[in-house]
């Protein structure tokens, strides 16, 4: 049976909340974390993120979970389609 | 004609650029050059918009050699394009992509050959007046202004540049940028300073910091980093152990002497700082760290008229004016007096405040507004703008939705106040001091959003 990977775990919707949060700190935006679409791409006009806000979320991943982001075979663009997905790479790469 | 060589006469067996998986020597490049020479068009410009470095500079090499006027714009933003397109007609693209990244021009791919085997070719001579590139800058206007560059002028910034940073590195360097290679910075210090002055290309653009770690572990020493102040700071703050570079380049946005100790400490190399601007192309460079005056590249002179300073000398087709007010010594270097009012820059990027009023006035439903520098907690090198707008019935997204078709992202208003009205006085006149009234009540003392 192939399992479905569209659903988050729970453990996941927890870290997927968490990131969310993150990034509203982190970038000093003016929306609650669960406001964020976990489906919709972090980058251009859903939040108005940059390559700018792309680094300093890099940072406080790196701080908080131990993940250092690269952009190697252009994931760069693949981590950065939705919360969901960067919530995903983290769960998978987390150190700490 | 004054003729001059393409590239500078080093061994023609020695290493010349680095790629992901091999080493070019300076023959390879030159190969590489010519074969991408043979596939270009007769006449027509070229939009060179390789993604790789490296393909980037054999292309832009390959345009030098057959004569062709490369096109470099600021972005890919459809009124942007536009304005290019309107400039240059005939454009083609050329590219390293997998298909055409702009459709609605004619397009030719970048495929370089992996022969074994390296003809030693002639070194094709250029001329000295060949005009080799147009770049833009967005214009405080808002409007994309084209500059020309003609190869032999280009070259000798380059070999001026070079000669100050290669007698602080003990020798041309590898070079690793983090800046992208279509502004003028990007262009001059992470391809042509390897290109034209003895260095060595890189064909990585790394973002990450543990991407910029593995770019430089990956070249010999003595080397060189490239890169504009907030990246920067946040390579500082990652806390990433790089390998020893020689020196770290910086400029776009001006560099605090703080952030310049700070880098020079972390990584023990010396920060050096370069003046100059998408017209002028680089002028003169310090060691922020411990030098408040600007050394001059030989072959500039600085000329004041008045309030203006005028760049002039053999690097110059024109005296170029400068973005700034200066004081220039008796030994002709100098100090920066006042960045020219009313001129913002966010992350690299400059747009005049006049500029951002009145397109923010101009929008539908918008009765009044003013963008603003947000007081900050700390001393940060990329200030986001903040704005007050008065739209009644409108909402932020909705402002936020109509700026983002007027003005390149970075200058987008965060925070984006919504208020009842603007203390303007009697004249209609917002004063300075009412600005900063009205600042103070929504800000709270750290800077935060009260």
């Not at chain 2, 006027?69 to 459809?78: E, G, K, M």
């Not at chain 2, 009124?79 to 055409?100: C, T, Y």
């Not at chain 2, 917002?430 to 900063?436: G, K, P, V, Y």
Request: overall charge negative; proline content about 8%; some cysteine.
């Amino acid at each position: 049976m192939e399992l479905d990977t569209t659903v988050p775990s729970q453990p996941d919707a927890a870290l997927q909340s968490e990131i969310a949060g993150l990034i509203v700190t982190a970038l000093n935006l003016e929306i609650a974390p669960s406001e964020i679409d976990p489906e919709a791409p972090l980058y251009g006009d859903g939040l108005g993120i940059d390559s700018i806000d792309i680094l300093e979320i890099a940072l406080v991943v790196s701080k908080q979970y131990g993940v250092q982001l690269k952009a190697d075979s252009a994931d760069n663009t693949r981590i950065f389609a939705s919360l969901r997905a960067l919530t995903a790479h983290i769960a998978a790469h987390r150190t700490k | 004609m004054t003729l001059i060589p393409l590239l500078p006469d080093t061994p023609p067996d020695q290493p010349f650029a680095y790629l992901r998986d091999s080493v070019v020597t300076r023959a390879r490049f030159l190969a590489h050059v010519s074969e991408v020479a043979d596939t270009l068009p007769d006449e027509g410009c070229l939009l060179n918009l390789c993604v790789d470095r490296y393909h980037f500079a054999v292309t832009l090499f390959a345009a030098i050699q057959r004569g062709l006027l490369t096109v470099l714009p600021n972005s890919l933003a459809p009124e942007h394009l536009a304005k290019v397109m309107q400039d240059h007609p005939g454009l083609q693209v050329v590219g390293d992509q997998a298909d055409n990244p702009v459709p609605s021009l004619p397009w030719q791919a970048v495929r370089l050959q992996a022969t074994a085997s390296t003809p030693h070719l002639p070194m094709p001579m250029v001329d000295f007046h060949q005009t080799i590139a147009c770049v833009y800058t967005s214009g405080s206007t808002g409007t994309p202004t084209a500059h020309y560059k003609q190869f032999g002028r280009v070259r000798l910034g380059i070999l001026g540049g070079a000669e100050v940073l290669w007698s602080k590195t003990g020798g041309p360097c590898a070079v690793v940028g983090t800046v992208p290679i279509r502004h003028m910075y990007g262009l001059e210090s992470s391809v042509l300073l390897p290109v034209l002055a003895g260095g060595m290309l890189m064909e990585d653009v790394p973002f990450f910091p543990a991407d910029i770690a593995d770019s430089l572990a990956r070249l010999p020493a003595p080397r060189l980093l490239v890169i504009t102040p907030f990246h920067l700071r946040k390579l500082i703050e990652s806390g990433i152990p790089l390998p020893p570079v020689a020196a770290i380049l910086s400029a776009t946005a001006p560099l605090s002497a703080e952030l310049a100790q700070a880098a020079e400490q972390a990584f023990g190399s010396r920060l050096v700082e370069i003046y100059g601007s998408t017209e002028t192309g680089q002028i003169a460079m310090r060691e922020t760290a411990r030098e408040t005056a600007w050394q001059r590249l030989s072959g500039v002179q600085l000329v004041q008229r008045g309030e203006e300073t005028w760049a002039e000398g053999e690097l110059f087709a024109q005296p170029q004016l400068l973005n700034d007010v200066v004081e220039i010594s008796a030994d002709g270097d100098f100090r920066l007096i006042d960045r020219k009012a009313n001129m913002v820059n966010v992350a690299g990027k400059r747009s005049s405040m006049s500029f951002l009023n009145a397109t923010l006035l101009q929008l539908p439903g918008v009765t009044d507004g003013v963008f603003f520098v947000p007081p900050r907690s700390q001393a940060q090198d990329v200030e986001r703008l903040a704005a007050f707008v008065v739209a009644p019935g409108k909402t932020r997204e909705e402002i936020l939705a109509a700026l983002r078709a007027h003005m390149d992202p970075v200058f987008l208003p965060r925070p984006l106040l919504l208020i009842d009205e603007l203390p303007r006085d009697g004249n209609g006149k917002l004063l300075a001091r009412s600005l900063t009234q009205l600042v103070n009540t929504h800000f709270d003392a750290k800077g935060e959003t009260a």
